[in-house]
């Protein structure tokens, strides 16, 4: 046999072994990469499926109304508390009228 045709034949095995090993490869990744897209399709769909089971409608079917106005508070006139309770000043961080307040409240109940 000449060298010409030994190296033939060498190229030919090689490469007879070698293509089927890349295309089974190649195959492979193509079908990992297909299962990979299925899930991910998979997946979402469950996602949109739970999203529009807990989506609530945003704005109510019926117009919306004035709000009521909210309660004021109750106001106690400054002659209630006396003349010269409410003009005297805070002391120790506590209002002067205060516990002459909670002091009727307490008697009260």
């Known amino acids: 046999m000449s060298k010409q045709m030994t190296f033939t034949l060498a190229c030919a095995v090689v490469l007879s072994a070698l293509v089927p090993g890349v295309a089974g490869y190649l195959s492979a990744r193509l079908e990992a990469i297909e299962s990979a897209e299925r899930n991910l399709h998979a997946l979402e769909t469950r996602l949109h499926?739970?999203?529009?089971?807990?989506?609530?409608?945003?704005?109510?079917?019926?117009p919306c109304l004035r709000t009521p106005a909210t309660p004021r508070y109750q106001q106690v006139p400054t002659t209630a508390l006396g003349d010269r309770e409410h003009k005297k000043r805070w002391t120790l961080g506590v209002?002067?009228?205060?516990?002459?307040l909670l002091k009727?409240?307490?008697?009260e109940r």
């Open 49 to 62: 499926v739970r999203e529009a089971r807990d989506a609530r409608p945003v704005s109510l079917p019926a």
């Open 95 to 100: 209002p002067a009228w205060l516990p002459g």
């Open 104 to 107: 009727g409240l307490v008697e």
